[in-house]
């Protein structure tokens, strides 16, 4: 939902122009996003929170900014979609991995169980039910690209850093595991959003 924003992808478009103009591809951009969340991951573990947030912003801005820097600059290509791709799902994985690290209070169940539970629902189904569609040609690539959802990537980070820092703004926990929980349950309907889609479709 957030990345069809069209003022969101014109402020994107004009950091691409503006990144674009140094001396780095846009795939330097994508491994620059991924050392840097392995850094803020490496900080979230050994309990320093705030500065591995900041880490995990950054992380995002240069994934931004990789995209942007590749249209900016003609230089689009199937492989370089693949490899962001790919570096979204780690950098996501390390993110919520990180936090298997942190004492988090019992809601319900044990966090970690909630941290499982938003890598799946969260980071695997939603990618896997488009990717999968796409590749057994139940739907076309195109309308695999185009296939949206209530709560996609974009969103569910969103979501977990806002709990995160309400959490740090008032020294307990709780706000990050509610977010985690909100987020599996948007992203459980966000894969049966895109299961139903394409079964309409076919």
């Not at 001396?23 to 620059?32: E, R, Y």
């Not at 740090?168 to 992203?187: D, G, K």
């Amino acid at each position: 939902m957030l990345k069809q924003n069209s003022f969101l992808r014109n402020l994107q478009s004009s950091f691409g122009e503006l990144f674009a103009k140094l001396p780095f591809s846009p795939n330097h951009w994508t491994i620059l996003s991924l050392l840097v969340a392995i850094i803020g991951a490496a900080m979230i573990a050994v309990g320093n929170l705030f500065f591995g947030l900041i880490l995990f912003v950054v992380s995002a801005l240069c994934d931004a900014i990789d995209g942007a820097v590749a249209r900016a600059r003609k230089e689009e290509s199937n492989l370089g979609a693949f490899i962001d791709g790919v570096s979204d799902r780690f950098v996501e994985f390390l993110f919520l991995f990180s936090f298997m690290f942190v004492p988090l209070p019992v809601i319900y169940f044990d966090a970690k169980i909630w941290i499982s539970l938003v890598i799946f629902f969260g980071t695997m189904m939603p990618s896997f039910i488009r990717a999968y569609s796409d590749h057994k040609e139940v739907i076309s690539k195109k309308e695999a690209n185009a296939m949206g959802g209530l709560c996609e990537r974009s969103e569910r980070i969103v979501l977990l850093v806002l709990g995160l820092l309400a959490s740090l703004m008032t020294n307990t926990m709780e706000y990050f595991v509610y977010a985690i929980i909100l987020v599996i349950f948007l992203s459980s309907i966000t894969a049966l959003q895109r299961l139903f889609w394409i079964l309409a479709k076919n």
